[in-house]
């Protein structure tokens, strides 16, 4: 089935949820905020009606399916809901059957009514700190989708995949908060007045961050700024960088037989030196994940042979990982550094060293995603 993801602009317009059940109060929820005008239909009484809801106690005739822009077939019984399919079909009213979907018309998610959109509790927008993942755009969670849809404004970083950035409603406004490696666009204190001042002037700011918000995001900076503000929040998770990477590799990040545990490091240069608890990483049973370490590269792994470590402990540097253009290099922490020299690597790129990169654990013969390594 191939579909087109499409933005309907509902505000004001008749649609139609037929059903008493819960799931019919989920899609009307859905709808209703969506800015629609829903009316339920059932022929018995429905149990949680909302209150904004026309109500209708009858069964769905076909001059129904001339009526609403979107109507929910959301029967318990199928066939009736099929029979409200096909009357919508030959009305081109579109339809969601929800024991058929592959005889809907339109498909949209509904959310679980545990989890009520967040509204804030002043007359100040939301802020909400959202994990993009690490660049491919299936790797986004449906929170982060559904935030990013309802955005009306988004501040996404340099790491944020621009296919990701298309999925917003083409009347959000973008703005641009990233950071270069040497050339900060934006100063991390202006990133966070900036977020206070967008919440005063919309309803859903999105800050939009690559990975996870809290790895190595500074998301706890501009959280506290918010905080301070009286701006309400909330944080969505990422896939961080770590965990896309290595699946994409077929690294297993911890191996009950070689890795019990892991660890993610910085790697970022301070005045040319790597502030690490070397010492710290001896244990060969652990995985060391290192973020923001291309330039330290040679550096890093020199001092982990300096510390203990065995100049052959495996190492693999994956580039750009889960995008079309990642490559994976690997080698050992004696070679690495070497073998990447000539191959004109891009940022960004993430370390990982320990025994869990070994041939024999990564079985990359059948790995779809691994297509493009380098070895
Ligand atoms: N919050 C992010 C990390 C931000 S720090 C997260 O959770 O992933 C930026 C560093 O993340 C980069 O220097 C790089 O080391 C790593 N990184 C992010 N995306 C990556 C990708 N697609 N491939 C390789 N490394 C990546």
Known sequence: ??????????????????????????????????????????????????????????????EDSR??????????????NKEITSECHL?????????????????????????????????????????????DPELLTLRALRLIQSADVIVYDRLVNPTILDLRRADTKLLYAGKEKSEHSMPQQSINELLVSLADEYQNVVRLKGGD????????????????????????????????????????????????????????????????????????????VIYMGLTGLRK??????????SPMTPAALIERGTTLSQRIHTGSISTLADIVEGRAVRAPTLLIIGQSISNKLMHTDNLIHFKSVVR
């Open 91 to 135: 009305n081109n009213t579109f339809c969601v059957n929800i024991s058929e979907p592959a005889q809907s018309s339109c498909h949209f998610p509904v959310h679980n009514d545990q989890f009520p959109p967040t509204r804030s509790n002043s007359t100040k927008g939301v802020v909400s700190l959202v994990g993009a993942g690490p660049g």
């Open 67 to 80: 009526l609403f822009w979107v109507v929910v077939a959301a029967n318990e019984d199928a066939n009736k």
């Open 300 to 309: 890093i792994c020199e001092k982990l042979i300096e510390n203990g470590r």
């Open 213 to 288: 918000p809290f790895i190595f995001g500074r998301g706890g900076e501009e959280l506290e700024t918010l905080a301070h503000s009286q701006v309400t929040f909330q944080v969505v998770p990422g896939i961080t960088a770590a965990s896309g990477c290595a699946s994409f590799a077929g690294i297993p990040l911890t191996h009950r037989d070689h890795a019990q545990s892991c660890v993610f490091l910085t790697g970022h240069l301070k005045n040319g030196e790597i502030n690490l608890n070397w010492q710290g990483l001896t244990d060969t049973t652990q995985t060391i």
């Open 1 to 62: 089935m191939r579909l087109l993801p499409l933005f309907f602009d509902l505000s004001n317009r008749d649609c139609l949820v037929v059903g008493s059940g819960k799931t019919a109060t989920r899609y009307a929820n859905e709808l209703l905020n969506a800015g629609a005008c829903v009316t339920r239909m059932a022929t018995a009484s429905i149990p949680d009606v909302q209150s904004e809801c026309k109500v209708l106690t009858r069964e769905f005739n076909s």
